[in-house]
């Protein structure tokens, strides 16, 4: 939606003055509409250009009578009394008497009788008192029927009369009823409208937000050759910003200020809408700019703003409006200040959110229960909100302060003062507080509150979740004390968090107690006590309250019967998982396929690969279409089996089912291919997935440059190593270790140095084996110096492998032989010296155990 532009809406920049600032047509005082005078009038007394109707003698006696007759609990429709009013009727008459009636249903009758009168015919205006009549009370049905009856007449009407039909027609949103009253009548020649009748047709069709609608009748009335004037485009005006054609009514409003049309009304219309578009800034400038040409708005107006100012959370700007308010002398109702202390409350301004709870009582406006509650639920400080509570009571009857009380145990609880919500609630049954000043003095009071149910409620979830568990069982048994009755909700807290707690005994005790107090188990109920068997890998209790749910019509939790699975699974009973899932399909239930996934990872965990496989295909078998996720479990378990060539079938199934091949499932199968040793077959593999356009990670990268180095191909290691930084995957802390440990096997020590000092550049620190490898590498290479300098890196981190480490003899046996060189023995002589050396690494005189050629195998 297009801003304002300042440029074409001068107005607010220039000195602008209203025609008559005294009018009342400019001030914003009908909520109905903006009409003209009509010149031709809606009621018979006046149809003489202003001459008033003389009234006969007899008159007054005939409406009085018939008033009195249809208004008579013994009204009979065949009296002779009546059928001789009948004779006598006029349309003035049936004026009078419609609008003598009070019930609109009286009218209507009466109404109705008069059409069946002979020698009587309803004219246009008695025709709109009955439309009037039903317009104000809303009955839509009634006045939709009357449209029809007056078209079906074939009453003559003024332009006056059918502007005001339309009039009420459009009150009560009947738009197509108001297009088709007006299009009727002009059509079969019973009236000719006017700009008047025409406007009233516009004001309607503004309330529908139908702008094709408008438009054709706009364009239609100048077709006629009628002008638009101020009446006909303020409800133009007003459609295109209920329907927000910001740029339209941007036009028409320029219009209207060209022609020095623009009043308190219509500028409303325009503040209205640039709240509803949430252009509070636009619409609080132009209510300022309404001020400077002395054009104020009216109570409902500023209501409806400052509703429309919190909604777009601009509480800022509707306080402001707020002081306006005050100033032009309006008294804000309870609405207003509701709106305005939610908006400060949900802001966390809680200091101006009281203040105006403040001023509310100094006007003498009692704050209401939900005021008052949504200050309580803001409030952070549990001091704060037992003083809300004790002002509450100065407000509020009991029934409400059982609401603040509620809420004001709610606060507590959610602002961790459980406790003092607990203290509360005892001193609200009547007992003891334990000496809480604040609670005390809140029985000092005379308005007693008796806790409900939903007070138990808040409290002891409170403390369910702070595992005082003790505390909310205690209140529990004493609702029955004040006779406070218990709730499923209750229950089902309390057995939840005995089953969190392991309490499984007293699960089944209060449960057993629930059924006995006429509450039905839920299925939440059930379940919480099947998650606690479940935790316990207790499967004969589990299928048990399997069955206790099926009896009740209720389905176990998948995540607490896959829970089991994996438990067993994890402590090596997969077989036990497995039967667990076959008794639960006898029960009834189906497993998901993730509880299934989990019995095939623990057979392939104890390397019961034919028993996987076996289970695996019994599910496909019963149309359960495994996922990614499970065709990624037996992909990997064949691998590690070093059943790769299987693992392959299973990829090729994958994909003619049509699912895609996740990194892991690729990983899988590089990792097992290189560790078959066919490392060409891998290559394949990452190209295959690259061509899937499956982007390698670096687990994918780590394992192939492993698999490259431990074949003797250091350079295919380092060019797929530099295709991986060019595909931006950061290397992790065991890609640069398998590297480096991979390069020194390889006889490449210096190049494996440049890494380690990489890895070192972005503090990473390596395991005690990578130094101890470049050691032992530049050594056989005779650089002895380079293999001191990497010692010197490991005296500096103190990074050294412990004595039950493989790599400790060979990591001291280098170090002798470093004391030994002459280019480097002082240096390492004078570490030992200073106790750099662990005394463990520096004794020359145990036994060496180890070649000093055995290649490092320690697996990355």
Known sequence: M????????????????????????????STHGHFPPSSKHICSKTHNFGLHYSIPPDHTIIRDGLISIFTSRDFSPESQELEDFGSKLTTEIVEDVLKGFKNWKLAQMFFSWASNQYGYRHNC???????????????????????????????????????????????????????????????MGLCIPNSYSYNCLLEAISKSNSVDLIEDRVKEMCDVGLQLDKYALTPLLKCYCNAGKFEKALDVFNRMYAKDWVDGHVLAILVLAFSKW???????????????????LNEKTFCVLIHGFVRESRVDKALQLLNKMHKLGFAPDISV??????????NKDME??????????????????KILTVIMSCLSGEKEMMQLLEKGQEDLDSEAMVVLYKSALRGLVNCGSTDKAYHLLWARMGDSSDGDVEVERLLMVKQFVHPDTTSFEIVIDGLCQTDKLDEALGLFLEMDRIGCKRSVLLYNNLIDCLSNSNRLEECFELLSEMKKSGFEPTQFTHNSIFGCLCRREDTAGALDIIRLMRAHGHEPWIKYSTLLVKKLCNHGKAVEARGFLADIVQEGFLPDIIAYSAVVDGFLKVKEVDQALELFREICARGYGPDVVAYNIVINGLCKAKRVSEAQDILNEMLEKGLVPSVVTYNSLIDGLCKNGDIDQAILCYSRMVGKEQEPNVITYTTLVDAFCNAGRPNDA??????????????????????????????????????????????????????????????????????????????????????????????????????????TSSTVKYLMEQGSIPRHLSNSDVEMKVSLRPSLNHEV
């Open 352 to 369: 101006e959110a009281l203040h105006l709870y403040t001023e509310m009582k100094r006007m003498g406006i009692c704050p209401d229960v």
């Open 2 to 29: 297009a801003l304002l532009k300042f440029t074409r809406f001068h107005f607010l920049y220039k000195s602008a003055k209203p025609n008559n600032p005294c009018n009342p047509l400019l001030l914003l005082s």
């Open 718 to 823: 380092l060019s797929l190593w530099n295709n991986m930084r060019r595909r931006v995957c950061s290397p992790n802390r065991i890609a640069f270790m398998a590297l480096i440990h991979g390069l020194c096997k390889c006889g490449r020590p210096h190049d494996a140095l440049l890494h380690l000092q990489e890895m070192e550049e972005k503090q990473v620190t390596p395991d005690p084996f990578i130094y101890v490898g470049l050691i032992d590498a530049f050594i056989f290479i005779s650089d002895p110096t380079l293999a001191f300098d990497v010692l010197k890196k490991m005296v500096h981190n103190g990074n050294f492998p412990n004595a039950s480490d493989k790599n400790h003899l060979l990591l001291k046996e280098a170090i002798l032989r470093l004391s030994e060189d002459a280019r």
């Open 125 to 187: 205006y008695t025709f709109n008192v009955m439309a009037s009549i039903l317009s104000r009370v809303g009955q839509n049905v009634p006045l939709r029927i009357l449209a029809t009856d007056l078209v079906n007449s074939r009453c003559w009407m003024t332009a006056g009369a059918l502007g005001f039909f339309v009039r009420c027609l459009g009150s009560q949103g009947l738009v197509d009823e108001a297009n088709w009253l007006f299009d009727q009548v002009k059509k």
């Open 337 to 346: 200040y509701d709106v305005l202390i939610g908006g400060l409350c949900k």
């Open 278 to 296: 949430g252009e509070v800034d636009k619409a609080f400038e132009l209510i300022e700019r309404m001020e400077e040409l002395k054009i104020n």
